[in-house]
């Protein structure tokens, strides 16, 4: 019995040592500074965790611009992709999520979206209505654009994907 208490004794005072860092003798700092460093890690490790749980859950529809039932991107290369439009282009500008197979890809819902110009020489973004739109006159967006100037269009949420964003004007 007395051999339980003081093993429990010897527990107390390690105990109270190891707790307070300023009472830690010298022999069991580096047992100290290895258990708080692991327990950063596994703090860190959980706050990441946590803190980015929701991006691995979270699915992105694909989505895309266009003119009437046409696709607005027409040319991927290995330099980029071709999004352009001509000045003079008609037809209703819509933001739908698409349905992309090797032979195809077509609209499948319209989404809304936001529109905003950006100007060739200043590169200076500015909405071209707090609006948002279902789908728009392609004539109404581009007599506010001039030949080298850039359409962006801007889904209102996150699970869509709109990685051609950008629409030249030629």
């Known amino acids: 019995m007395r051999e339980i208490h003081q093993s429990y004794m ?4 390690f105990y109270i040592h ?32 946590c803190a980015f749980s929701t991006i691995g859950f979270s699915q992105h529809i694909c989505s895309d ?7 607005v991107v027409d040319k991927y290369t290995n330099e980029g992709y071709k999004n352009e439009i001509s ?9 739908n999520t698409v349905y992309l197979d090797a032979n195809e890809s077509k609209a499948v819902d319209k989404i809304p979206f936001k529109i ?7 590169k200076t973004i500015t909405m071209f209505s707090r609006e948002d739109f279902m789908k728009v006159d392609v004539q109404k967006v581009l007599s506010q654009c001039k ?24």
């Open 10 to 13: 010897q527990f107390t005072l």
């Open 18 to 49: 190891f707790t307070s860092a300023r009472f830690l003798p010298s022999t069991f700092e580096p047992l100290f500074n290895q258990k708080l460093i692991l327990m950063k890690k596994i703090i860190a490790v959980v706050f990441f965790c």
């Open 65 to 71: 611009a266009f003119l009437g039932n046409k696709m």
């Open 87 to 95: 000045l003079k282009a008609t037809g209703e500008l819509t933001v």
């Open 116 to 122: 905003a110009i950006k100007e060739q020489g200043t």
């Open 147 to 170: 030949k080298g100037d850039s359409i962006v269009l801007l889904t209102l949420d996150k699970q869509y994907a709109l990685p051609h964003n950008e629409i030249l004007i030629k």
